[in-house]
Protein backbone atom coordinates (compact mmCIF):
# COMPACT_ATOMS: atom_id res chain seq x y z
CA UNK A 1 0.00 0.00 0.00
CA UNK A 2 1.66 3.43 -1.20
CA UNK A 3 2.48 5.90 1.79
CA UNK A 4 3.53 9.56 1.17
CA UNK A 5 5.48 10.88 4.03
CA UNK A 6 3.13 13.21 4.59
CA UNK A 7 0.18 10.51 5.40
CA UNK A 8 2.54 8.86 7.45
CA UNK A 9 3.23 12.06 9.81
CA UNK A 10 -0.50 12.75 9.70
CA UNK A 11 -1.13 9.17 10.55
CA UNK A 12 1.23 9.31 13.22
CA UNK A 13 -0.55 12.75 14.70
CA UNK A 14 -4.57 11.16 14.58
CA UNK A 15 -2.97 8.23 16.37
CA UNK A 16 -1.24 9.90 18.83
CA UNK A 17 -4.21 12.16 19.16
CA UNK A 18 -6.60 9.43 19.97
CA UNK A 19 -4.01 8.08 22.60
CA UNK A 20 -3.21 10.55 24.18
CA UNK A 21 -7.01 11.55 24.99
CA UNK A 22 -7.60 8.33 26.24
CA UNK A 23 -4.42 8.24 28.09
CA UNK A 24 -5.69 11.24 29.56
CA UNK A 25 -9.52 9.88 30.63
CA UNK A 26 -7.99 6.25 31.84
CA UNK A 27 -5.62 8.39 34.12
CA UNK A 28 -8.30 10.21 35.67
CA UNK A 29 -9.81 7.01 36.63
CA UNK A 30 -6.57 5.43 37.74
CA UNK A 31 -6.64 8.06 40.46
CA UNK A 32 -10.40 8.26 40.65
CA UNK A 33 -10.69 4.47 41.72
CA UNK A 34 -8.01 5.06 44.43
CA UNK A 35 -10.53 7.80 46.12
CA UNK A 36 -13.16 5.67 45.86
CA UNK A 37 -11.57 2.85 46.93
CA UNK A 38 -10.70 5.45 50.12
CA UNK A 39 -14.15 6.16 50.81
CA UNK A 40 -14.60 2.05 50.66
CA UNK A 41 -13.56 1.69 54.08
CA UNK A 42 -9.60 0.44 53.03
CA UNK A 43 -7.60 -1.13 56.08
CA UNK A 44 -4.51 -0.56 54.07
CA UNK A 45 -2.25 1.68 55.42
CA UNK A 46 -2.77 5.28 54.34
CA UNK A 47 1.25 5.92 54.01
CA UNK A 48 0.64 3.06 51.30
CA UNK A 49 -2.33 4.17 49.95
CA UNK A 50 -1.20 6.05 47.03
CA UNK A 51 2.11 3.98 45.90
CA UNK A 52 0.62 1.54 44.37
CA UNK A 53 -0.64 3.90 41.39
CA UNK A 54 2.56 4.69 41.03
CA UNK A 55 4.11 1.32 40.91
CA UNK A 56 2.11 0.21 38.68
CA UNK A 57 2.52 3.62 36.20
CA UNK A 58 6.42 2.94 35.88
CA UNK A 59 7.56 6.29 37.36
CA UNK A 60 8.18 5.17 40.63
CA UNK A 61 12.32 6.68 40.19
CA UNK A 62 10.60 9.90 38.67
CA UNK A 63 8.44 10.41 41.18
CA UNK A 64 10.51 9.29 44.10
CA UNK A 65 12.92 11.77 42.81
CA UNK A 66 11.12 14.91 42.88
CA UNK A 67 8.75 14.07 45.43
CA UNK A 68 9.72 11.79 48.09
CA UNK A 69 6.47 10.29 49.96
CA UNK A 70 3.69 9.17 48.21
CA UNK A 71 0.85 11.13 49.72
CA UNK A 72 -2.26 11.83 48.26
CA UNK A 73 -1.26 15.55 47.26
CA UNK A 74 2.10 14.09 46.13
CA UNK A 75 0.12 11.98 43.44
CA UNK A 76 -2.32 13.80 42.46
CA UNK A 77 0.12 16.47 41.47
CA UNK A 78 2.13 14.18 39.45
CA UNK A 79 -0.44 12.29 37.84
CA UNK A 80 -2.81 15.33 36.84
CA UNK A 81 -0.75 18.71 36.92
CA UNK A 82 3.08 17.72 36.74
CA UNK A 83 4.25 18.99 33.19
CA UNK A 84 7.77 16.84 33.39
CA UNK A 85 5.54 13.70 33.80
CA UNK A 86 4.97 12.80 30.06
CA UNK A 87 1.88 10.69 31.78
CA UNK A 88 0.06 13.41 33.39
CA UNK A 89 -3.40 14.49 32.23
CA UNK A 90 -2.02 17.81 31.54
CA UNK A 91 0.85 16.50 29.72
CA UNK A 92 -1.68 14.25 27.63
CA UNK A 93 -3.95 16.96 26.83
CA UNK A 94 -1.04 19.51 25.76
CA UNK A 95 0.48 16.36 23.63
CA UNK A 96 -3.21 15.59 22.17
CA UNK A 97 -4.03 19.32 21.56
CA UNK A 98 -0.65 19.71 19.82
CA UNK A 99 -1.06 16.39 17.62
CA UNK A 100 -4.60 18.29 16.69
CA UNK A 101 -2.76 21.47 15.92
CA UNK A 102 -0.79 19.60 13.24
CA UNK A 103 -3.65 18.10 11.57
CA UNK A 104 -6.39 20.41 11.57
CA UNK A 105 -6.64 20.29 7.57
CA UNK A 106 -7.48 16.39 8.43
CA UNK A 107 -9.72 16.54 11.73
CA UNK A 108 -13.25 18.49 12.24
CA UNK A 109 -13.50 22.22 13.50
CA UNK A 110 -15.29 20.56 16.18
CA UNK A 111 -12.95 18.16 17.19
CA UNK A 112 -10.28 20.71 17.59
CA UNK A 113 -12.05 23.06 19.73
CA UNK A 114 -12.98 20.26 22.27
CA UNK A 115 -9.46 19.38 22.45
CA UNK A 116 -8.36 22.82 22.74
CA UNK A 117 -11.35 23.17 25.52
CA UNK A 118 -10.15 19.73 26.99
CA UNK A 119 -6.39 21.54 27.71
CA UNK A 120 -7.25 24.87 28.59
CA UNK A 121 -9.83 23.35 31.33
CA UNK A 122 -6.61 21.51 33.45
CA UNK A 123 -4.45 24.70 32.56
CA UNK A 124 -7.03 26.83 34.21
CA UNK A 125 -5.91 28.49 38.13
CA UNK A 126 -8.56 27.13 39.65
CA UNK A 127 -8.28 23.11 38.55
CA UNK A 128 -5.76 22.41 41.10
CA UNK A 129 -8.71 24.12 43.74
CA UNK A 130 -10.85 21.79 42.61
CA UNK A 131 -8.51 19.11 42.56
CA UNK A 132 -7.68 19.64 46.30
CA UNK A 133 -11.24 20.58 47.17
CA UNK A 134 -13.71 18.34 44.78
CA UNK A 135 -11.38 15.57 43.31
CA UNK A 136 -14.66 13.33 41.73
CA UNK A 137 -15.71 16.43 40.15
CA UNK A 138 -11.82 17.67 38.63
CA UNK A 139 -11.95 13.57 37.34
CA UNK A 140 -15.42 13.26 36.53
CA UNK A 141 -15.06 16.57 34.20
CA UNK A 142 -11.76 15.33 32.34
CA UNK A 143 -13.64 11.38 31.88
CA UNK A 144 -16.81 13.66 30.17
CA UNK A 145 -14.57 15.84 27.88
CA UNK A 146 -13.03 12.72 26.82
CA UNK A 147 -16.24 10.78 26.02
CA UNK A 148 -17.24 13.76 23.98
CA UNK A 149 -13.90 14.16 21.98
CA UNK A 150 -15.13 10.17 21.25
CA UNK A 151 -18.60 11.04 20.09
CA UNK A 152 -17.48 14.57 17.93
CA UNK A 153 -14.86 12.48 16.35
CA UNK A 154 -17.33 9.54 15.26
CA UNK A 155 -19.66 11.80 14.19
CA UNK A 156 -18.04 14.49 12.39
CA UNK A 157 -15.53 12.94 10.62
CA UNK A 158 -15.50 10.94 7.64
CA UNK A 159 -14.56 6.89 8.85
CA UNK A 160 -11.69 6.86 6.64
CA UNK A 161 -7.82 5.95 7.01
CA UNK A 162 -7.29 8.63 9.30
CA UNK A 163 -10.17 8.00 11.98
CA UNK A 164 -9.15 4.62 11.71
CA UNK A 165 -5.70 5.67 13.38
CA UNK A 166 -7.40 7.34 15.58
CA UNK A 167 -9.58 3.87 16.97
CA UNK A 168 -6.52 2.20 16.89
CA UNK A 169 -4.83 4.35 19.33
CA UNK A 170 -7.84 4.85 21.55
CA UNK A 171 -8.48 1.26 21.72
CA UNK A 172 -4.85 -0.13 22.23
CA UNK A 173 -4.58 2.99 24.79
CA UNK A 174 -7.70 1.69 26.54
CA UNK A 175 -6.98 -1.71 26.53
CA UNK A 176 -3.94 -1.55 28.34
CA UNK A 177 -4.90 0.77 31.20
CA UNK A 178 -7.99 -1.21 31.76
CA UNK A 179 -5.44 -3.36 32.73
CA UNK A 180 -3.36 -1.39 34.77
CA UNK A 181 -7.00 -0.57 36.76
CA UNK A 182 -7.20 -3.99 37.19
CA UNK A 183 -3.76 -4.27 38.51
CA UNK A 184 -3.82 -1.48 41.07
CA UNK A 185 -6.79 -3.15 42.67
CA UNK A 186 -4.61 -6.24 43.09
CA UNK A 187 -1.35 -4.24 44.23
CA UNK A 188 -3.57 -1.86 47.16
CA UNK A 189 -5.61 -4.93 48.68
CA UNK A 190 -3.70 -8.31 47.27
CA UNK A 191 -0.47 -7.80 47.72
CA UNK A 192 0.64 -11.52 48.30
CA UNK A 193 0.21 -14.04 45.07
CA UNK A 194 -1.21 -16.62 48.19
CA UNK A 195 -4.06 -13.80 49.13
CA UNK A 196 -5.45 -13.87 45.21
CA UNK A 197 -8.91 -14.87 44.84
CA UNK A 198 -9.97 -14.41 48.16
CA UNK A 199 -12.98 -12.53 49.54
CA UNK A 200 -12.67 -9.18 49.34
CA UNK A 201 -15.28 -6.56 50.78
CA UNK A 202 -17.81 -5.98 48.03
CA UNK A 203 -17.81 -1.85 48.44
CA UNK A 204 -13.98 -2.07 47.53
CA UNK A 205 -15.32 -4.22 44.38
CA UNK A 206 -18.08 -2.08 43.53
CA UNK A 207 -15.68 0.92 43.39
CA UNK A 208 -13.32 -0.96 40.69
CA UNK A 209 -16.57 -1.58 38.76
CA UNK A 210 -17.83 2.21 38.87
CA UNK A 211 -14.30 3.46 38.10
CA UNK A 212 -14.32 1.80 34.70
CA UNK A 213 -18.24 3.11 34.21
CA UNK A 214 -18.96 -1.02 34.30
CA UNK A 215 -20.61 -1.21 37.29
CA UNK A 216 -24.56 -1.75 35.74
CA UNK A 217 -23.34 -3.96 33.01
CA UNK A 218 -21.53 -6.41 34.93
CA UNK A 219 -24.15 -6.32 37.14
CA UNK A 220 -26.64 -7.12 34.39
CA UNK A 221 -24.66 -9.39 33.63
CA UNK A 222 -23.52 -11.94 36.70
CA UNK A 223 -25.41 -10.12 39.64
CA UNK A 224 -23.41 -11.01 42.45
CA UNK A 225 -20.22 -9.07 43.02
CA UNK A 226 -17.25 -11.66 42.97
CA UNK A 227 -13.51 -11.06 42.40
CA UNK A 228 -13.04 -13.66 39.77
CA UNK A 229 -16.09 -12.59 37.79
CA UNK A 230 -15.18 -8.56 37.79
CA UNK A 231 -11.79 -9.96 36.44
CA UNK A 232 -13.22 -12.08 33.90
CA UNK A 233 -15.89 -9.29 33.06
CA UNK A 234 -13.28 -6.44 32.38
CA UNK A 235 -10.51 -8.92 30.57
CA UNK A 236 -12.29 -11.28 28.87
CA UNK A 237 -15.90 -10.29 28.33
CA UNK A 238 -16.05 -9.60 24.15
CA UNK A 239 -19.64 -6.83 24.60
CA UNK A 240 -18.44 -4.52 27.58
CA UNK A 241 -16.51 -1.40 25.39
CA UNK A 242 -14.01 -1.32 28.28
CA UNK A 243 -12.82 -4.65 28.26
CA UNK A 244 -9.62 -6.10 27.16
CA UNK A 245 -10.71 -8.69 24.70
CA UNK A 246 -12.83 -6.15 23.71
CA UNK A 247 -10.44 -3.37 22.57
CA UNK A 248 -8.26 -5.84 21.14
CA UNK A 249 -11.24 -6.75 18.67
CA UNK A 250 -11.73 -3.02 18.14
CA UNK A 251 -8.14 -2.76 17.88
CA UNK A 252 -8.00 -5.51 15.32
CA UNK A 253 -11.05 -4.44 13.17
CA UNK A 254 -9.57 -0.66 12.94
CA UNK A 255 -5.99 -2.04 11.55
CA UNK A 256 -7.53 -4.11 8.98
CA UNK A 257 -9.14 -1.58 7.96
CA UNK A 258 -6.00 0.61 7.44
CA UNK A 259 -4.37 -2.22 5.00
CA UNK A 260 -6.77 -4.01 3.37
CA UNK A 261 -5.80 -7.32 5.11
CA UNK A 262 -8.62 -9.77 5.31
CA UNK A 263 -9.42 -10.36 9.03
CA UNK A 264 -7.83 -13.66 10.13
CA UNK A 265 -4.77 -12.83 8.27
CA UNK A 266 -1.65 -10.55 8.95
CA UNK A 267 0.62 -8.89 6.47
CA UNK A 268 2.72 -7.05 8.94
CA UNK A 269 4.23 -7.65 12.39
CA UNK A 270 1.44 -5.10 14.08
CA UNK A 271 -1.63 -7.53 12.76
CA UNK A 272 0.80 -10.69 13.32
CA UNK A 273 1.13 -9.51 17.69
CA UNK A 274 -2.00 -8.03 18.23
CA UNK A 275 -3.93 -11.26 16.39
CA UNK A 276 -1.86 -13.85 18.09
CA UNK A 277 -3.29 -11.20 21.42
CA UNK A 278 -6.87 -11.60 20.53
CA UNK A 279 -6.47 -15.15 20.39
CA UNK A 280 -5.24 -16.14 23.86
CA UNK A 281 -7.53 -14.02 25.45
CA UNK A 282 -10.23 -15.62 22.75
CA UNK A 283 -9.36 -18.98 24.69
CA UNK A 284 -8.43 -17.65 28.22
CA UNK A 285 -10.23 -18.76 31.29
CA UNK A 286 -9.98 -16.58 34.20
CA UNK A 287 -9.46 -19.38 36.53
CA UNK A 288 -6.23 -20.09 34.83
CA UNK A 289 -5.19 -16.58 35.09
CA UNK A 290 -6.26 -16.26 38.73
CA UNK A 291 -4.46 -19.18 39.33
CA UNK A 292 -1.10 -18.55 37.49
CA UNK A 293 -1.09 -15.03 39.48
CA UNK A 294 -3.28 -12.62 37.96
CA UNK A 295 -0.36 -9.56 38.27
CA UNK A 296 1.78 -11.41 36.23
CA UNK A 297 -0.75 -12.43 33.82
CA UNK A 298 -1.38 -8.31 33.62
CA UNK A 299 2.51 -7.52 33.17
CA UNK A 300 2.68 -9.64 30.49
CA UNK A 301 -0.52 -8.51 28.54
CA UNK A 302 0.76 -4.86 29.52
CA UNK A 303 4.05 -6.52 27.56
CA UNK A 304 2.53 -7.76 24.10
CA UNK A 305 0.49 -4.46 24.44
CA UNK A 306 3.72 -2.21 24.11
CA UNK A 307 5.39 -4.49 21.66
CA UNK A 308 2.74 -3.84 19.27
CA UNK A 309 2.63 -0.31 19.75
CA UNK A 310 6.27 -0.35 18.64
CA UNK A 311 5.03 -2.36 15.19
CA UNK A 312 2.46 -0.10 14.73
CA UNK A 313 5.27 2.54 14.82
CA UNK A 314 7.87 0.20 12.47
CA UNK A 315 5.32 -0.16 10.04
CA UNK A 316 3.57 2.61 9.47
CA UNK A 317 5.42 5.75 10.95
CA UNK A 318 9.07 5.43 11.50
CA UNK A 319 11.54 6.68 8.53
CA UNK A 320 12.24 4.61 5.54
CA UNK A 321 14.34 5.13 2.97
CA UNK A 322 13.17 6.39 -0.30
CA UNK A 323 13.36 3.11 -2.27
CA UNK A 324 12.15 1.23 0.60
CA UNK A 325 8.85 3.47 0.51
CA UNK A 326 8.31 3.69 -2.84
CA UNK A 327 8.04 -0.06 -3.07
CA UNK A 328 6.00 -0.01 0.06
Not at 59 to 64: N, R
Not at 211 to 236: C, H, N, T, W
Not at 294 to 318: R, W, Y
Amino acid sequence: MNRRPLLSRVAESVYWMGRYIERAENVARFVDVNLHLMLGGSEVDLSEQWRPIIDTTGDSAAFEKRYGDPTRENVIEFLTFDPENPNSILSCLRAARENARTVRDTISSEMWEQANKLYLMIMDEGARNRAAHSAHDLFAAIKLGSHLFQGITDSTMSHNEAWNFIRLGRMLERGDKTSRIIDVKYFLLLPKVEDVGTSIDDVQWSAVLRSVSAFEMYRKRFGRIQPDRIAEFLLLDGEFPRSVRHCLVESGIALHAITGTPLGGFSNPAEQHLGQLRAELNYASVADIIAGGLHEFLDGLQTKLNLIDECVFSTFFAMRPLSDAASA
